[in-house]
């Protein structure tokens, strides 16, 4: 698993000739650091991060949102066809993202969103995935403290914000961890809704390294090192909130 991982930083330090030896080199013969600050610099990248981040922010912030009122209204509120409409909403997880990739396009063209953070980060704003873990997670946690709650007149939302949520922490940074992760490394959609070089994202960014005719391996590489750091480091720093909420999720049907 880590292999791959070695060979890209071990090809973003070679030369572009060796990159092309035969037979291949796993380790270079000499570390060439220029290549990451060139690969940053032969293309904006510092704008390419900054829109990546705006984008994966609000996403993420917009998924907490957006699945715990949903999550806390499949797990405590009773309402007609809960279970029926949880499991229609589920059985959307089937339906390939590439076959709505058409019809959202068509949507956001409709909008007159082409080229904006609109059309990069909509489609993302809700998750399925994120619903269903944040519902089984709300499940786990006892009714009485919701009831000691309304006793002292808390309503719905005031019982999710200062009961449920609290108490959610593992699975709210498992979700925060994949929304950002799905925003930080989507290529096809900012290729599809971005033909202006000063919206594109990063994953866009590492792409327009490889041509019709050639690939400047060292010089992609070294970008995709640099893009890859932020989500190792947020995984490191929420990695017993990540592992908790995992082993959490399926406790309760």
Known sequence: MVLPFLWMVSTALMTELEVYQFPPKFFPSQWVWSNFTEALTLQPFARFFLNTVIVAAATTVAQLIVCSLAAFAFARLH???????????????????????????????????????????????????????????????????????????????????????????PALATLAIF?????????LWPLLVTNRIDMRTVEVGIANFSSMYQTDWPHQMAAAVVVMTPIVVLFLFLQRHFIRGITMTGLKG
């Open 79 to 169: 309402f007609p066809w809960r279970e029926k409409i949880f499991a229609g909403y589920l059985s959307t997880m089937m339906v390939p993202a590439i076959v709505t990739i058409i019809p959202s396009f068509l949507i956001i063209n409709a909008f007159g969103w082409m080229n904006t953070y609109q059309a990069l980060a909509s489609p993302m704003l809700s998750s399925v995935w994120g619903i269903f873990l944040l519902r089984q997670f709300f499940l786990t946690i006892p009714r009485e403290l919701e009831d000691a709650a309304r006793i002292d007149g808390a309503n719905d939302l005031q019982v999710l914000w200062r009961v449920i949520l609290p108490l959610s922490r």
């Open 179 to 187: 929304a950002f992760m799905g925003a930080w490394k989507d290529f």
